[in-house]
């Protein structure tokens, strides 16, 4: 995966760590290219370098268009090297065809050190800065694509819209159970639904609970055109105010969505617990389930706070459970993050017009433990064949970081991420420490061999519950029902690619929208805390969610220089040291969506500067009304 000017290639041997590949190591390849790769040690450090292309996986590649040597050529994040534009000026002679323009090309020729690729122009997007138009571009850059071929949804067609009597052959009959559901208030897909059930077992209460998903695979048959599809895009992307489905319509919010009040076939796991609520036996079965009643998060919360409700009573149940489950995964090591998740509103016309922090409640949480529960208990099940969520242990050099800054910041030197994050807990570095404790742990990926969960401290874990919306979840699904599944390898390594394919696309389209909102804020002031330092200035992390840049320059009149050893801004006059942590006042002082940058100025400095930025945003607003009435 490149990574502006840099790059890095997950070996096909997992057993093996992903290597970095600097500049100069790249060479000709692209993003998602299969390569032999030359591993070196320099300076204690793993470098590789790029020797030899053994597939492309892309044929098309979007960038900004630029003009160099009177020939029009594309600028793209997927390769380090241009790409010559061949158009066809009979199609796009009533379209913009200028630098700063996005565009999408169909590779010719592949780029080499020698020589720029060749690229036949298949679209222009529109031009960079505007917020909707860098989305389309991001979608498009990371192989992003909402429109399902015909085929594909010819095949979604012929899926009936009801369930048949034929369904129902070897299914067990859940529709007499108290079935939910609890979602965001904006969520079109439900694949996973919840019962909870007093039982009395020879004298003895013991407690029974369903975790019910929805069973795609009963529709989405193995080498079928549905599924060659779903496995192409191996995940939903959940982009602001859009999703873009593994699966088409029809299926993801139709025929597959646990929707209150209809009849759905489902794979469950019906869990039995004891009355000190600790599971003893559990069992997978294929059924078909009716959701009585469709919650939304707040709603679920409502009846949690107030005690009185529909289905209060199984609500408070599962609350008491996933507190125990909750404690107990925190007893045993796991890591558990509250960092912020923050979700642009958007208009009627898909502007920003305001960013609301989503607060993590009860109702959540106990949904999650069930999640967690029937994850863990599939990934038992499967034993040594299957698809594993794997999350290996951080590398020591980066825990022993992570408690050099707690001890910087007055927290211990020793003992597990989570102690460290306990401790801060409620004070105010608390997100600095939980950003630096994220950072400092590997992602989660999957795996055909298991490998453990570090991070749910399990194990053994998989991904069994969200089948409409990720592709292992299906393949799961499968092997739970005994049938035959192809190379798990390559489903692992392709779903792992797909995957963080997503959440770039994710992250850089939640960026754009933060700056898109920042953009309305100029002038105003915004709290944060010093993130990291470079040599040229602060990265400070927002309150209401971005990152900004603060440049050592915008400080003040002394100069300002990189004391390395601690990590820290120096003045050469004053002695005065910013360091890690420490919070800030500023003011946004200027957004460049394009480049995805927020600079910001010391609040003391800003006052001129922005009041300048006014003035001439006053004037130029005025010389365009001036303008229109001369027009009228």
Known sequence: MLKGNIGFVAPLDETVEDVFIPQEGINEAMNGDIVDVYVSRRNGRTYGTVEKISERRHSEV?????????????????????????????????????????????????????AAGVGRLVNIIGKAGDPAVEIEAAKASWGIGAEFPKDVIKEAKHIPDRITPDDLNDRLDLRNLKIFTIDPTDARDFDDALSIRTVNQKGAVVYEIGVHISDVSHYVKAGSILDREAYKRGTSVYLPGKVIPMLPEKLSNGVCSLVEGADRLAISVLIELDRNFVPVRHKFARTVILSRRRFTYEEADEILSSGSGDFAEELGLFKKIAEKRFAERLARGAVDLELPEDKPILDLEG????????????????????????????????????????????APEKIVEFRRLSSFLGGPSKGSVQTIIEFFRGKPYQRLIEFSALRSMQEARYSANNLGHYGLALS????????????????????????????????????SMKEREAMEAEREALQIRYLEYA????????????????????YIQLESGPRGFLPSN???????????????LVGARSGRTIRIGMELETIISSVDISSRRLYLSPVEKSVNKIQGIMKRRNKNEFRKIHHRRRRR
């Open 554 to 568: 915008e400080l003040g009149t002394e100069k300002f220089f990189y004391d390395k050893r601690s990590a820290a």
């Open 62 to 114: 979007t960038g900004l268009i630029d003009l160099r040597r009177r020939e029009y050529v594309l600028v793209t994040k997927q390769a380090t090297y241009p790409i010559k534009l061949q158009i066809d000026k009979k199609r796009f002679r009533d379209e913009i065809i200028s630098p700063g323009f996005y565009a999408t090309a169909e590779i010719l020729e592949f780029p080499t050190a020698y």
């Open 519 to 538: 953009a309305k804020k100029l002038g105003e002031t915004a709290k944060g805390f010093v993130d990291y330092i470079a040599k040229d200035g602060l």
């Open 460 to 495: 053994a874990y998989t991904h069994f519950t969200s089948p409409i919306r990720r592709y292992p979840d299906l393949i799961v699904h499968r092997i739970l029902m005994g049938e035959r599944v192809g190379s798990l390898n390559e489903v692992a390594r392709h779903s």
């Open 351 to 394: 502007r920003v017009i305001d960013m609301h922090q989503i607060e993590r409640t009860w109702s959540h949480r106990l949904v999650e433990e069930m999640m967690l529960l029937a994850n863990e208990l599939t990934a038992r099940a499967m034993k040594e064949r299957g698809i594993f969520r794997v999350h290996e242990d951080p």
